[in-house]
């Protein structure tokens, strides 16, 4: 018969005939205790930032947003529409772009707007018609209801943003009476 070669067995994950001194098992212990503490340090000191951005008056919004809704044209017919939304937050300020379409309507809404202590104010464009007009409502914590305005054409918009969950309504007096649109992140 052959020879037969006894391998030592490793217990919990050391050599057999090795041994931990207490130094080492204290210092892997430092260690672990360290790395827990760095770890808590850097979730603390980046907490205020985000929950600077989730609690100011754009809060949750900035970011990417897709989904759809239904368009209502003058005469009465209504479309579902695709839409995209981009929102760009910074401070006060935010940048917004929703584009939408069907197969055969198309809008590109874009608006900078300004928060000052709730009142909202800026400029928006409507750039597929090149029209531009004026913003202002109020609202925060997502949650919007403004009106855009320019020669011939006013449109009232409410925005209601819950976690990554947004409608967007509007309703106007021209040609475009208005829409219903959910997004999501």
């Known amino acids: ?76 017919s209504s479309e579902r529409i695709r839409c995209r939304a981009t929102y760009r937050v910074s401070g006060p300020n935010m940048d917004m772009s929703l584009t939408c379409a069907s197969d055969a309507y198309k809008f590109n809404l874009t608006a900078d707007v300004v928060d000052q202590g709730g009142t909202i104010v800026g400029q928006w464009s409507e750039t597929s018609r090149n029209i531009t007009g004026s913003l202002q409502g109020r609202g925060g914590g997502g949650n919007f209801q403004v009106t855009a305005i320019t020669a011939g054409f006013n449109a009232n918009i409410a925005l209601r943003t819950i976690g990554n969950r947004q409608s967007v309504t509007i309703r106007a007096d021209s040609v475009f009476r208005g829409a219903n649109i959910s997004l999501s992140k």
């Not at 057999?16 to 979730?43: D, I, M, N, Q, Y």
């Not at 609690?55 to 239904?70: D, F, H, I, K, L």
Request: aromatic share 10%; no cysteine; hydrophobic share 40%.
């Open 1 to 76: 018969m052959g020879h037969q070669l006894a391998y030592p067995v490793a217990v919990d994950g050391k050599p057999p005939g090795s041994k931990t001194s207490p130094t080492s098992e204290l210092f892997a212990h430092t260690r672990r205790l360290t790395f827990a503490a760095v770890a808590f340090l850097l979730t603390f000191l980046a907490a205020p930032a985000s929950y600077a951005q989730s609690s100011g008056p754009y809060a949750g919004m900035a970011g990417n947003w897709a989904g759809g809704g239904t368009v209502t044209l003058d005469d009465g």
